[in-house]
């Protein structure tokens, strides 16, 4: 392999690996509050892409407006499902708000199956989403392009949220000791709710970013990519923002440039995100970023 196809192929994993941080990130911040793995999580993406195909296809609305309706109707979905599924288990067994996840995954998928069918949809991608650049011998479309900067902005901004504004101090607060945090006067079901509305709208815009990269969108779209963002919270250190990047970036890199190297693998490309898992695991079980999770969040 010479040095331009190796470049070529970290370009795509830098892309993919991008996709995965901006689901990841969600998985993380709700750990780290509640110590819940939320798996609807990755559904919640899906609907994210699908608010957007039908907000383009069947509205009408322009892209920017359709990734707005996406955002923010996540975001309300992710409120809405705190507010109905988790908060009435808040004292509940661990296990019970973790079948309680899984139980509205399976009603998510199940749901647009019904009513939208199993069928996979072409996503309507603007044409210049599609422009290709050419860069040094490098080509890329300018969605793929996006990606990773709109994810190093969003980033930038949870970090600015969660340390320098009194909503962030309550979060990582409230990540500490729950009960602690209602003593002080805080509600501490608001900031949980925001929690989950932060994690939703960014899953939203790392569905919106999938369909326009591999542009079909259907029910169960959210399953593999959502066990795939899972590891890569584990991989960079579950509890970490900056961590669940990273591990996003690994995940994505790693899945991309094997298969490069070794086209033979090619189908057994979706296990190396949960192989290295594994190793991550053995060796650091605490994640990559994990080591001071106890002395601080996020």
């Given at each position: 392999?010479?040095?331009?196809?190796?470049?070529?192929?970290m370009?795509?994993?830098?892309?993919?690996?991008?996709?995965?941080?901006?689901?990841?990130?969600?998985?993380?911040?709700?750990?780290?509050?509640?110590?819940?793995?939320?798996?609807?999580?990755?559904?919640?993406?899906?609907?994210?892409?699908?608010?957007a195909?039908?907000?383009?296809?069947?509205?009408?609305?322009?892209?920017?407006?359709?990734?707005?309706?996406?955002?923010?109707?996540?975001?309300?979905?992710?409120?809405?499902?705190?507010?109905?599924?988790?908060?009435?288990?808040?004292?509940?067994?661990?296990?019970?708000?973790?079948?309680?996840?899984?139980?509205?995954?399976?009603?998510?998928?199940?749901?647009?199956?019904?009513?939208?069918?199993?069928?996979?949809?072409?996503?309507?991608v603007?044409?210049?989403?599609e422009?290709?650049?050419?860069?040094?011998?490098?080509?890329?479309?300018?969605?793929?392009?996006?990606?990773?900067?709109?994810?190093?902005?969003?980033?930038?901004?949870?970090?600015?949220?969660?340390?320098?504004?009194?909503?962030?101090?309550?979060?990582?607060?409230?990540?500490?000791?729950?009960?602690?945090?209602?003593?002080?006067g805080?509600?501490?079901?608001?900031?949980?709710?925001?929690?989950?509305?932060?994690?939703?709208?960014?899953?939203?815009?790392?569905?919106?970013?999938?369909a326009?990269?591999?542009?079909?969108?259907?029910?169960?779209?959210?399953?593999?990519?959502?066990?795939k963002?899972?590891?890569?919270?584990?991989?960079?250190?579950?509890?970490?923002?900056?961590?669940?990047?990273?591990?996003?970036?690994?995940?994505?890199?790693?899945?991309?440039?094997?298969?490069?190297?070794?086209?033979?693998?090619?189908?057994?490309?979706?296990?190396?995100?949960?192989v290295f898992?594994?190793?991550?695991?053995?060796?650091?079980?605490?994640?990559?970023?994990?080591?001071?999770?106890?002395?601080?969040?996020?």
């Amino acid at each position: 392999m010479d040095f331009s196809v190796f470049m070529q192929q970290m370009v795509n994993g830098f892309s993919l690996g991008s996709m995965y941080a901006l689901i990841a990130i969600g998985y993380t911040m709700v750990y780290g509050v509640l110590r819940l793995i939320n798996f609807a999580h990755g559904d919640i993406m899906m609907v994210g892409a699908f608010l957007a195909y039908f907000g383009i296809a069947f509205l009408e609305l322009p892209f920017v407006a359709a990734v707005l309706l996406a955002i923010f109707g996540s975001a309300l979905l992710g409120m809405l499902t705190d507010k109905i599924a988790y908060k009435p288990l808040r004292e509940a067994p661990k296990i019970s708000l973790l079948i309680t996840a899984i139980g509205i995954s399976f009603f998510l998928e199940n749901a647009f199956n019904v009513f939208f069918g199993g069928v996979p949809r072409a996503f309507p991608v603007p044409d210049y989403m599609e422009y290709i650049i050419n860069l040094g011998g490098l080509t890329f479309s300018v969605a793929s392009l996006l990606v990773p900067i709109v994810t190093l902005i969003l980033l930038a901004l949870i970090l600015l949220v969660l340390f320098k504004t009194k909503y962030g101090m309550a979060i990582r607060a409230l990540a500490f000791d729950v009960n602690t945090v209602n003593l002080m006067g805080i509600d501490a079901n608001r900031i949980i709710m925001l929690v989950f509305g932060m994690g939703s709208a960014l899953a939203a815009i790392g569905g919106v970013f999938w369909a326009l990269n591999y542009p079909t969108v259907e029910p169960m779209m959210g399953v593999l990519i959502g066990l795939k963002a899972f590891a890569a919270a584990v991989v960079g250190g579950i509890g970490s923002v900056t961590g669940a990047v990273l591990g996003g970036f690994i995940i994505g890199f790693t899945e991309v440039v094997v298969i490069a190297f070794m086209p033979e693998l090619g189908g057994y490309k979706d296990a190396f995100a949960f192989v290295f898992l594994i190793l991550v695991l053995l060796f650091k079980p605490t994640g990559i970023l994990g080591y001071d999770f106890e002395k601080s969040r996020f």
